[in-house]
T-cell receptor, first 117, second 115 residues
Framework: AQKVTQAQTEISVVEKEDVTLDCVYETRDTTYYLFWYKQPPSGELVFLIRRNSFDEQNEISGRYSWNFQKSTSSFNFTITASQVVDSAVYFCALSEAFKDSNYQLIWGAGTKLIIKP | DTGVSQDPRHKITKRGQNVTFRCDPISEHNRLYWYRQTLGQGPEFLTYFQNEAQLEKSRLLSDRFSAERPKGSFSTLEIQRTEQGDSAMYLC?????????????FGPGTRLTVT
């Protein structure tokens, strides 16, 4: 069965610190996708990144970076030089194949990130 | 406004009443999803439409829940005989057909409180 674990329920750091959000997943599929979404206090989920199982290259987008390691089934998310606006709940998600080849997202429980000024 | 919209944003109802929520996806998106999110948890998949066809329903969707997308545009989610356990945020998302699940765009959600 597919499962996503975000062991960190809440992280609190001071602005400008770097912070890493952990995500560990379980799947028997050989082809799958991993995602990160941000949910600010307004409630709307914002797509951050998608990564497929065949691409283990790390990705950097501004202050955000992602480390995908199949060997440990992890897809961790790092924010460098954190800012107060980064405060939100961050979700990691895994795709699961529907029977008709469409995909369903399996979500972690989320990590609440608090950036203190 | 080109985002996903949901109406109402908040709904308070008494146990046993019926409620209906509406979702308007991004206009060119063929796929529409409904999720439920309770406090401190990630979203749970409820159901999924491709155009007007409802292609998948979760086991979470009891017979008190029904969803429609009659013309392949907006969708409604109805809960009959609401229970306190139905209190949650109901999220709608849409995605374009050619990108499948890859990027789902979420609406702001409808928060339901059943008293």
């Amino acid at each position: 069965a597919q499962k996503v674990t975000q062991a960190q329920t809440e992280i609190s750091v001071v602005e400008k610190e770097d912070v890493t959000l952990d995500c560990v997943y379980e799947t028997r599929d050989t082809t799958y996708y991993l995602f990160w979404y941000k949910q600010p206090p307004s409630g709307e989920l914002v797509f951050l990144i998608r990564r497929n199982s065949f691409d283990e290259q790390n990705e950097i987008s501004g202050r955000y970076s992602w480390n995908f390691q199949k060997s440990t089934s992890s897809f961790n998310f790092t924010i460098t030089a954190s800012q107060v606006v980064d405060s939100a709940v961050y979700f990691c998600a895994l795709s699961e194949a529907f029977k008709d080849s469409n995909y369903q997202l399996i979500w972690g429980a989320g990590t609440k990130l608090i950036i203190k000024p | 406004d080109t985002g996903v919209s949901q109406d109402p944003r908040h709904k308070i109802t008494k146990r046993g009443q019926n409620v209906t929520f509406r979702c308007d996806p991004i206009s060119e998106h063929n796929r529409l999803y409904w999720y439920r999110q309770t406090l401190g948890q990630g979203p749970e998949f409820l159901t999924y439409f491709q155009n007007e066809a409802q292609l998948e329903k979760s086991r979470l969707l009891s017979d008190r829940f029904s969803a429609e997308r009659p013309k392949g545009s907006f969708s409604t989610l109805e809960i009959q005989r609401t229970e306190q356990g139905d209190s949650a945020m109901y999220l709608c998302a849409s995605s374009p057909l050619d990108r499948g699940l890859y990027e789902q765009y979420f609406g702001p959600g409808t928060r339901l409180t059943v008293t």
